[in-house]
Each structure stands twice: as structure tokens, then as C-alpha cells.
């Protein structure tokens, strides 16, 4: 019979994404069938399913750790925030259309149905269902039609741990006061607490951990150390990516302001040979990068306006002058050509832009969307290439000759004359460690590493690290069966 628990924190970025992927792997490597599930996520770092569709990156990686194939069942609900007021709704990983903040509010109970539909097929085939929650119970004005943490709980009947991070400081009244605002019951779903990230010697917090369970009557279920490979772990978060200091090879990203799948930057920032510096608003390209690396946008359009207002454009072409080489994927590969035209508004405002010039291309904002997982073969190497596609909109023109990839028998991307600037649709291409090598050698970096080889090893030592700190057994008994439709 099924099992489930749903893991909620005090707040957003308090490592709920992590502890899952960790216990989804601690689990899984008692025997159990373990299945990750977020009824609603909101990232514009997605990945492509097995099933052909759209989860949050987070998810993905639970997957990874439950040894699990991935499916638009573990996030049914998933935002992709385009402007700050509005996002694009996948509903059980199809694109279901663009809503304004305020209408999703109104309307999100609506989708409740999906997520448990979701939910219960997931639960026809696993042992243990590990749910992540989203933001924080404790925002009460968000509860009425709440389908992300309370409301799913107590609509599917599922247990809560509650998680508070002691790096961000309050940990006593972060849970403490959840307790205090939420209403009876929301109470009832709560079973235990962990605290997470804590720096130094945890004996120093016994007095705290148990002022807590005095206070809440809760038991506590650990007190979990800062965990350091943590940053080896794919980011989903805008806000959790940042620069890597390794070797002398410089990789040098625009921090664009709808930056999404920006996943193609972990393997590289796995490289000892390489170092990634992330650039943020207001600060110049670095004049001293190998390789200027444009990344996927969820608003190629609007961050294109933003990449210029910022002056990358002027570092960009000066980066060029010097012989520096560039590489744009996706949205990014947008920017690089000479116009976009979005003539029905897929990408905000109808209208025709002029891009960056840099490749002799044009796109044309319209088609259906692609969401497909692909392999290919990099030319002329011959390189097996392992990614996905995820955009709107086609690219033609004459540099596309010199197209880079075969995708099955088609070319895929785009070069300059001298090889220097590059650009395509495929996603994830440096997480297949032969192209990462082929591809590192033309900037001076000798590629060793296996990087997915990599990951796997992180999330056992992840699992290591929960199964000393945490107590998983009496987590595993506080899960129950959950209420099916």
C-alpha cells in the first residue's frame, strides 16, 4: 500500500528541494519505489519528460535520485513566470496559456483537480510518495484556494514535516510562529519539524531544538548540517545560480532578467579547467573571457531590451572584436541573429526587433511549441549529443548552413564564417562529456570529468548525509496512506 508525506518549509529557498532529492534517494536505496511530486512549482528552469512534456528542474533531479524515469505526473502544475505580474500555466506538462498573477489567484483551486489526478496516478505505481510543498504554509492570505501546500495536504489527507533554515536566522520563530498563524485544520496535517543548514556544532542548538518542540509539541525529526556539495546539484532558481572559480578558461553569462534552463551552466561549472562568472545587472562584460555564453530566455523580446540597457551589447561586440568566441542557446540563439518577429505576440508585444547581428539568421516567433527530448551527433566530430528542446519559434538564414548538429538527419543551429559564434536550440548538450571535451579543447580545456557520473555521486553522498542527521525511520513511519479519488 502507498505512503505518503509531504515536505513543507518556512519559506521559499529553505532546501526543500534538496532534503527530497536526498530522501528520495535514502528511500529508494532501502528497496522502496519512491516517486517525487510538487503539485505546483513555479521556475523557468524546466526539464523535458520521457512523456514529451514540461516539469520544474527540481523534480527532475528527485527523479534522478529515486532512479526514476521522469513524467509530467510529479509536477502537474507548473508557472513560468514571463513578466513580473503574469506566467505561462503548464497544466500536467502542456502549455495551457498565459494568466495575470491576480486571475491565477482567482482561479488556481480550479486546478486542484489535476494536480490530484496527478497525484494519484503516481500512486498506483510507488511505495512512497515524496511531496514538496512551495513558499510557505504560513502565507495565510494565499490559502483560500490553495493548492500548493496546505490545501493539497489536507485535500489528499497527506502528513507534513515542517522545515525551517537556521542560516537564514529566526529558525525558533520561523516555526514557531508557522504554528501560531496557521488554523486547526491546517494543524492537524503537521506532524513533526526538521531545521536545515545549520553551520557549526549542532550540540549548540539542543537548547533551541528542544524550546521548539516545547513550544509546538511537535517532535523533531533532525537537525540537518549544511550540506557543501550542495552547488554540485543541478540550481532550479534564478536565485541559487552563481559563479564558479575553477581553471583559467574563462566562461563569462549575462544574468538576464527571464534567464530560464540555464541548466546547460552546471557541467561547465563541474570543470576544474573552467571558471563561470556570472554577470549581474549593472556590471560589465568581463574583456578578459574566452567565451560569452547567452543563455535560454523565457522572453527573448523582453531580454533582448534588457541585455541592452544593461551595455552587453557594446562588451559583446568588443568581445568579438577581440576574437572571442560566443555561444547562444535557445532564446539566446535568438538575440544573436539579425531580426525577431513575433507577429502574434507570443513573446509579449506584436512586432519585428532587430537583434544582435552577430549570426546572419532570423526568427519567427510563431509554430507550435517544441518540448522534445533529442539526441544528436555534433559536426564534424561526430560527437553523440544528448538534450532537449523547449522554445517557441524557428530560425533560418544563411549561417544555418554551417549547421553544427544533426539532429536524426536534420541540421540543427547556426555559425559565423570563422566558427567563432555559434547558436541552437538544443538544450543540455554539455551534460554529454565527449561534446564537453570536443567543445572545451577549442578554448585550451582539457575535459576529464564524467559529469552525470558526477551528480549521481553527490545525491549518495546527500543520502549519507540525511541518514546520519535526520531521523529517515520515524519519517517513514509518519507517512500514511493517502486519500485517492
Known amino acids: 500500500m502507498v505512503r505518503a508525506i509531504m515536505i513543507q518549509g ?73 513578466t513580473d505580474t503574469g506566467a505561462q500555466i503548464i497544466v500536467q506538462g502542456q502549455r495551457a496559456g498565459t494568466m495575470k498573477a491576480g486571475d491565477y489567484r482567482k482561479d488556481k483551486s480550479k486546478l486542484l483537480g489535476a494536480a490530484l489526478e496527478s497525484f494519484d496516478r503516481l500512486c498506483s505505481d510507488a511505495d512512497l510518495v515524496l511531496i514538496e510543498g512551495a513558499g510557505s504554509p504560513a502565507e495565510t492570505n494565499l490559502r483560500p484556494g490553495d493548492i500548493a501546500n496546505m490545501g493539497f495536504a489536507c485535500a489528499a489527507d497527506v502528513p507534513v514535516v515542517l522545515v525551517g533554515d537556521i542560516h537564514r536566522g529566526g529558525v525558533i520563530a520561523q516555526i514557531v510562529g508557522t504554528q501560531a498563524v496557521l488554523d486547526a485544520q491546517d494543524l492537524q496535517m503537521i506532524r513533526g519539524f526538521a531545521v536545515n543548514r545549520f553551520k557549526g556544532d549542532v550540540s549548540l542548538f539542543d537548547e533551541g531544538r528542544d524550546d521548539i518542540a516545547a513550544r509546538t509539541g511537535w517532535p523533531c525529526l533532525g537537525v540537518v548540517p549544511w550540506f557543501h556539495d550542495a552547488w554540485r546539484l543541478p540550481a532550479e532558481d534564478m536565485m541559487d545560480i552563481r559563479s564558479a572559480t575553477g581553471g583559467a578558461c574563462k566562461v563569462v553569462v549575462p544574468q538576464l532578467e527571464r534567464m530560464a534552463n540555464f541548466d546547460d551552466l552546471d557541467p561547465l561549472s563541474a570543470e576544474p579547467g573552467v571558471t563561470v562568472e556570472i554577470v549581474s545587472a549593472g556590471r560589465a562584460l568581463p574583456g578578459d573571457a574566452d567565451l560569452v555564453l547567452l543563455p535560454g530566455s523565457k522572453s527573448t523580446i523582453g531580454d533582448l531590451a534588457y541585455f541592452r540597457a544593461q551595455g552587453w551589447d557594446v562588451d559583446l561586440y568588443a568581445h568579438v572584436r577581440r576574437g572571442g568566441h560566443v ?8 538575440m544573436l541573429g539579425n531580426t525577431i518577429d513575433d507577429l502574434d505576440g507570443v513573446d509579449g508585444r506584436p512586432g519585428r526587433v532587430e537583434g544582435l547581428g552577430l549570426l546572419d539568421v532570423d526568427t519567427i516567433m510563431a509554430g507550435q511549441k517544441q518540448v522534445t527530448l533529442r539526441t544528436a551527433t555534433a559536426l564534424p566530430g561526430g560527437e553523440s549529443v544528448s538534450g532537449y528542446e523547449i522554445h517557441m519559434g524557428r530560425t533560418t538564414g544563411p549561417d544555418c548552413a554551417r549547421a553544427w548538429l544533426d539532429i536524426e538527419g536534420r541540421p540543427e543551429g547556426a555559425a559565423s564564417a570563422n566558427g567563432r559564434i555559434r547558436g541552437s536550440y538544443l538544450h543540455g548538450i554539455f551534460s554529454s562529456d565527449t561534446f564537453r571535451a570536443s567543445y572545451l579543447s577549442q578554448l585550451g580545456v582539457t575535459s576529464e570529468i564524467a559529469y552525470e557520473d558526477g551528480v549521481d555521486q553527490v545525491l549518495d553522498a546527500l543520502a549519507d548525509h540525511l541518514e546520519q542527521t535526520m531521523d529517515l525511520d520515524l519519517l517513514l513511519s509518519l507517512a500514511e496512506t493517502p486519500r485517492q479519488r
Not at 61 to 67: F, G, N, S, V, Y
Open 10 to 82: 518556512t519559506g521559499s529557498n529553505v532546501g526543500k528541494s534538496v532534503l527530497v532529492a536526498g530522501l528520495a534517494r535514502a528511500y529508494t536505496r532501502r528497496g522502496l519505489r519512491v516517486a517525487p511530486f510538487k503539485p505546483q512549482n513555479m521556475s523557468n528552469n524546466a526539464a523535458v519528460t520521457e512523456n514529451g512534456g514540461e516539469i520544474g528542474r527540481a523534480q527532475a533531479l528527485q527523479a534522478w535520485a529515486a532512479r526514476r524515469p521522469t513524467h509530467t505526473d510529479m509536477n502537474p502544475i507548473l508557472l513560468k513566470p514571463e
Open 327 to 334: 555561444l547562444g542557446l535557445c532564446g539566446g540563439y535568438q
